[in-house]
């Protein structure tokens, strides 16, 4: 918990976003919408049968030192929903006593699917950045989600040698933790072999009401390279893929190739291409 000097200390740009989905006789919708500040989202449509897709916006287009960024999202029984952003979130370098926070916070209810395929995270030299994000998962709720950080700006080689970061990222089944991460990273940590082994960029990529035949066809879809370093495994019925890799590029690409070959596989639909991933 901040205390109140923190809070004083850290005052910026504080932006919410409420949303609900709810499912009616032909198609999920977007049920409720509420936001505070600069964060919104454009208008739900329908580009496959019945499936709500909506893109994230943040008009600023960049996140400072003293911003506190809070998304709550619920999917009702039974609805269907992918989400994503029109492009990459870019967090920017900052004062040592001052940080940025981002909060997720992702309900998924009994018969849901979610979707959860934002554009990568870029996080410039000097950032102090708190990331949280929780899925919380009841009954036979399925999803895709992934989260995708690179620390500085590699293709110009901009590296991150300056600032403190740290990362969440939780996954529970019906009020039990199934998934439990947590990092935290200065520029000590990209080159340790026990941080990020030299590589700038990393994700995560987690894909529930999987078994051990998707989880033997998502290895075989990656392939081996010296860009990159990736795995999947397997705990209960969610397969969890991580990547280390040296261009964000890299992880998109391994990322949505597996999506699209495995959608079918766990919400029973072809594997299809956001448009705005297209601009």
């Not at 018969?111 to 998962?137: D, H, Q, R, V």
């Not at 989600?145 to 996954?171: H, M, N, T, V, Y």
Request: overall charge neutral.
């Amino acid at each position: 918990m901040q205390n109140t000097a923190e809070k004083i200390l850290n005052k910026g740009w504080i932006a919410e976003l409420e949303l609900n989905f709810s499912r009616n006789k032909s198609k999920t919708f977007l049920s409720k919408r509420r936001h505070i500040g600069p964060l919104t989202v454009q208008r739900p449509f329908y580009p496959e049968d019945g499936v709500c897709h909506v893109y994230l916006l943040h008009p600023p287009g960049g996140i400072v030192g003293g911003d506190e960024l809070t998304i709550k999202l619920s999917s009702d029984p039974y609805s269907d929903t992918l989400i994503t952003t029109p492009g990459a979130t870019k967090i920017y370098r900052t004062t040592k006593d001052r940080f940025s926070i981002i909060k997720q916070d992702i309900v998924v209810n009994e018969g849901a699917t979610l979707e959860w395929l934002p554009m990568e995270t870029i996080i410039f030299p000097g950032a102090n950045s708190i990331f949280s994000t929780k899925f919380s998962l009841y009954g036979d709720a399925r999803i895709a989600a992934w989260e995708i950080q690179c620390l500085g700006r590699p293709a110009i080689d901009e590296k991150f040698d300056s600032g403190k970061l740290k990362f969440s990222f939780e996954l529970w089944k019906d009020g039990r933790p199934a998934i439990i991460d947590r990092l935290k990273i200065d520029h000590s940590d990209i080159n340790n072999i026990a941080g990020l082994r030299g590589f700038p960029v990393f994700g995560t990529f987690v894909l529930s009401s999987a078994n051990k035949d998707i989880l033997e066809f998502i290895r075989s879809l990656i392939p081996e390279s010296k860009s990159y370093i990736a795995g999947a495994t397997q705990i209960e019925d969610i397969v969890i893929i991580r990547c280390l890799a040296l261009k964000t590029n890299l992880i998109q690409e391994l990322f949505r190739n597996i999506w699209i070959e495995v959608r079918h596989l766990i919400f029973d639909r072809e594997g299809i291409v956001p448009r705005i991933w297209l601009t």
